[in-house]
């Protein structure tokens, strides 16, 4: 019995971290941390941080389409293999893909989106213009909004999700937290009612 439970959970586990394998593993690699501060620093506005939030955008969805993997793999392992650890796999499989399905029906939308990167852009061509906060902009993207490095004007109320890059508390942690909040925002919005 106990066999059962551990595989059941081997199973489960696993089937969870499939899908979410292209978000956490693609992100952390050297290559595509370059030209970014080290975690937890500010990020400044250019058109390479709205490339990466569209490709953790793309790295999501390539997640929901490995989401096939468990289900298939849990499902041939019910039929002809431990069943306990094909039930782990096919739940967490279809767990995760009803999960990101509800993203589409008016739930929790992903972390990274489309609007989100045309929001950094449009925050990018203000500060280009005429209509700039002040002589001198640079907009940085910190953990609770966009803010001015020169003048700390807030330019735009957005939380800054999970961009993957390498933390100063180690790979694994960063890569559990990664695993845990699928790139969103780890701290709440101040709505002011205090």
Known sequence: MLSAILFLIAGFLLGHLIPRVPFMV??????FNKGFPPHPEPIPLSPRL???????????RLG???????LLFGYL?????????GYGLFLAGGWTLLSRGQ???GGAP???TLEMAQRLQMVMNIADSEDACCPHPQPQWWVESIRCESCSKKLEDMMRPDLGRPRKDGFFRGWLRLWLSEGRPMVVPDDGKN
């Open 26 to 31: 693609l992100c952390r690699t050297s290559g």
């Open 77 to 85: 392992s019910i039929l002809g293999g431990q069943s306990t650890f």
């Open 50 to 60: 709205t490339q990466r939030v569209l490709h953790m955008r793309w790295f999501h």
């Open 110 to 112: 992903v972390a990274c």
């Open 64 to 70: 929901t389409y490995t989401t096939f993997l468990p």
């Open 103 to 105: 993203a589409l029906l």
